[in-house]
């Protein structure tokens, strides 16, 4: 079977279906490949390497008329008039805003592989052409801001002066919204992010970044990996949110969408006048009706209080060469699916799931939409399990603990009356250092505790020194039982024994962790 990769007939369009090394792997599971001269050009993809890589560079009418016909956008009503009537069209459709061109389609009998319908399901992800555009849109959102913007994303403090950093705010932890997350912080602002599906929270709060709350009891759990449109009580929550973080930050990018309806409107026209002079917004759904207001596709606009609001729809397109490649790869892990004998014939299983979700013209009959895929984003629920019933303890009677305290503070009073007069600075050394201590390793992380306990041997081993130095003051005149002696010999004898158990444990607890990091 032939495929042909025509030239994106877009002026705006800088991606291109297939890339040299995707044709070295068209051509190795048995299909033939033909490009249209130019298509690659604008991805620094030039005629000469795909020549080089085992494809016939042909003419328009060429590319078109192949059995199999790959591309980037929808086709236009010319293009299809140059489909060969039975051939299998893959590209991007937008099916469900699209029902006059799936009719178009169909009408020349068509086959269409839609590549922005693939199921939301793990087998799925390595053709995933959305998540793949999404991931470099957000990174780019990131760099757009980032040029328009009038100051570092990272805090400096230099000899001119003291720069702060940078606040983002990202509405949307979705795929795009993940990737500015993570190119915001990487840049060294202070990010913050929100999103209606509940499970979002710790996937923002993963990557380092504030995860904002809304206060509301209509927090969605995603079926299927998209979000839904929000309840009443949501959205004016939300909007209280949006107000208290427009007047805050610097920054903000917006990717909300809500598949097969416009975008909702998130930041209103009192929230962006509310905004810092200067500040910048990237409004990454201005082509399906913008999530901000006064928005417009592929162009920057300027408010009167000094807010630029980017409405670029052409994110991916700006790293052509990067988002070629990996919508080609998409391509690919698609082609090794439809041709399981690496025959170069494209043989469909409509049993798959996969498969039948981005069929959306099957033989000239309109096939979309597919049956619902079940899928989950969240955990499955599990039964709730009753906690064992606690006896309750009885509460003690606080004058108890009031009465042995006096007793124990009368017994240290009597011993400091009747002990000699260097106990008393010792023992202020002693409860100080217990108070230090205690705050000290109170803020070590838990996960360090073990290695602390080995190192703590230095310490064990200075009180040994001292107990044996201890032993040396005992009178060698008179017997060992006498008053002073015993007390020395006890507190010596026992101060060696329990600093000797630190110290041979704490190094048997080495030994182990050393092991846990030996192979065999």
Same mark, same amino acid.
């Given at each position: 079977?032939?495929?042909?990769?025509?030239?994106?007939?877009?002026?705006?369009?800088?991606?291109?279906?297939?890339?040299?090394?995707?044709?070295?792997?068209?051509?190795?599971?048995?299909?033939?490949?033909?490009?249209?001269?130019?298509?690659?050009?604008?991805?620094?993809?030039?005629?000469?390497?795909?020549?080089?890589?085992?494809?016939?560079?042909?003419?328009?009418?060429?590319?078109?008329?192949?059995?199999?016909?790959?591309?980037?956008?929808?086709?236009?009503?010319?293009?299809?008039?140059?489909?060969?009537?039975?051939?299998?069209?893959?590209?991007?459709?937008?099916?469900?805003?699209?029902?006059?061109?799936?009719?178009?389609?169909?009408?020349?009998?068509?086959?269409?592989?839609?590549?922005?319908?693939?199921?939301?399901?793990?087998?799925?992800?390595?053709?995933?052409?959305?998540?793949?555009?999404?991931?470099?849109?957000?990174?780019?959102?990131?760099?757009?801001?980032?040029?328009?913007?009038?100051?570092?994303?990272?805090?400096?403090?230099?000899?001119?002066?003291?720069?702060?950093?940078?606040?983002?705010?990202?509405?949307?932890?979705?795929?795009?919204?993940?990737?500015?997350?993570?190119?915001?912080?990487?840049?060294?602002?202070?990010?913050?992010?929100?999103?209606? *599906?509940?499970?979002?929270? /710790?996937? %923002?709060? &993963? !990557?380092?970044?504030?995860? +904002?709350? $809304? @206060?509301? #009891?209509?927090?969605?759990?995603?079926?299927?990996?998209?979000?839904?449109?929000?309840?009443?009580?949501?959205?004016?929550?939300?909007?209280?949110?949006?107000?208290?973080?427009?007047?805050?930050?610097?920054?903000?990018?917006?990717?909300?969408?809500?598949?097969?309806?416009?975008?909702? *409107?998130?930041?209103?026209? /009192?929230? %962006?006048? &509310? !905004?810092?002079?200067?500040? +910048?917004? $990237? @409004?990454? #759904?201005?082509?399906?009706?913008?999530?901000?207001?006064?928005?417009?596709?592929?162009?920057?606009?300027?408010?009167?209080?000094?807010?630029?609001?980017?409405?670029?729809?052409?994110?991916?397109?700006?790293?052509?060469?990067?988002?070629?490649?990996?919508?080609?790869?998409?391509?690919?892990?698609?082609?090794?699916?439809?041709?399981?004998?690496?025959?170069?014939?494209?043989?469909?299983?409509? @049993?798959?799931?996969?498969?039948?979700?981005?069929?959306?013209?099957?033989?000239?009959?309109?096939?979309?939409?597919?049956?619902?895929?079940?899928?989950?984003?969240?955990?499955?629920?599990?039964?709730?399990?009753?906690?064992?019933?606690?006896?309750?303890?009885?509460?003690?009677?606080?004058?108890?603990?009031?009465?042995?305290?006096?007793?124990?503070?009368?017994?240290?009073?009597?011993?400091?009356?009747?002990?000699?007069?260097?106990?008393?600075?010792?023992?202020?050394?002693?409860?100080?250092?217990?108070?230090?201590?205690?705050?000290?390793?109170?803020?070590?992380?838990?996960?360090?505790?073990?290695?602390?306990?080995?190192?703590?041997?230095?310490?064990?081993?200075?009180?040994?020194?001292?107990?044996?130095?201890?032993?040396?003051?005992?009178?060698?005149?008179?017997?060992?039982?006498?008053?002073?002696?015993?007390?020395?010999?006890?507190?010596?004898?026992?101060?060696?024994?329990?600093?000797?158990?630190?110290?041979?444990?704490?190094?048997?607890?080495?030994?182990?962790?050393?092991?846990?990091?030996?192979?065999?």
């Amino acid at each position: 079977m032939i495929i042909g990769i025509p030239r994106e007939s877009d002026p705006k369009e800088t991606r291109v279906a297939a890339t040299p090394k995707s044709v070295l792997q068209l051509i190795k599971m048995g299909y033939e490949v033909i490009v249209e001269s130019g298509a690659g050009e604008k991805a620094s993809f030039p005629d000469g390497e795909y020549a080089a890589a085992g494809a016939s560079v042909v003419e328009k009418t060429d590319a078109w008329n192949a059995e199999l016909v790959i591309k980037i956008n929808a086709p236009l009503d010319d293009e299809i008039d140059l489909l060969k009537a039975g051939s299998t069209l893959i590209s991007l459709i937008a099916a469900p805003r699209s029902p006059e061109l799936l009719k178009k389609l169909a009408s020349k009998s068509l086959t269409v592989l839609a590549m922005d319908s693939v199921p939301r399901i793990s087998r799925a992800q390595s053709l995933d052409v959305v998540t793949s555009m999404a991931n470099i849109g957000g990174y780019r959102a990131v760099i757009e801001a980032a040029h328009e913007f009038g100051s570092l994303f990272t805090g400096q403090v230099t000899a001119a002066g003291k720069v702060p950093p940078a606040k983002v705010f990202v509405s949307g932890a979705g795929v795009a919204g993940l990737a500015a997350i993570g190119t915001a912080r990487a840049l060294g602002a202070i990010v913050r992010a929100t999103d209606i *599906r509940v499970e979002a929270g /710790e996937q %923002v709060e &993963s !990557m380092g970044a504030e995860f +904002v709350h $809304v @206060d509301s #009891a209509d927090q969605q759990k995603s079926s299927d990996g998209y979000a839904k449109e929000a309840s009443q009580d949501y959205a004016a929550a939300a909007a209280r949110m949006y107000a208290e973080q427009a007047r805050e930050v610097d920054i903000i990018i917006t990717t909300a969408l809500i598949p097969g309806r416009p975008a909702p *409107r998130l930041i209103t026209e /009192e929230m %962006v006048a &509310s !905004m810092k002079p200067g500040s +910048v917004i $990237v @409004d990454m #759904a201005a082509a399906n009706g913008g999530n901000v207001a006064g928005s417009r596709p592929d162009e920057i606009v300027v408010t009167d209080n000094g807010v630029k609001i980017i409405g670029y729809t052409d994110l991916p397109g700006r790293l052509p060469t990067q988002a070629s490649q990996m919508f080609a790869t998409n391509i690919v892990n698609l082609m090794k699916l439809v041709t399981p004998a690496k025959d170069g014939i494209l043989t469909l299983d409509l @049993d798959d799931v996969v498969q039948r979700g981005i069929l959306v013209v099957h033989e000239g009959e309109v096939t979309w939409p597919p049956p619902a895929v079940s899928v989950s984003a969240t955990p499955p629920p599990t039964a709730e399990v009753a906690a064992p019933i606690k006896k309750e303890k009885k509460k003690r009677d606080p004058r108890v603990t009031y009465v042995v305290m006096a007793i124990c503070a009368a017994a240290l009073l009597a011993l400091f009356f009747i002990s000699p007069g260097g106990l008393l600075g010792h023992f202020m050394v002693f409860m100080l250092s217990v108070v230090v201590g205690f705050y000290v390793i109170g803020n070590v992380s838990h996960s360090l505790h073990t290695p602390l306990m080995s190192v703590t041997n230095a310490i064990s081993g200075i009180i040994i020194v001292g107990c044996l130095a201890g032993l040396q003051l005992i009178d060698q005149t008179t017997a060992i039982t006498t008053g002073s002696n015993l007390a020395i010999l006890i507190l010596s004898v026992l101060g060696i024994f329990l600093a000797s158990i630190n110290v041979f444990g704490g190094f048997t607890v080495t030994q182990r962790m050393l092991q846990m990091f030996r192979k065999g």
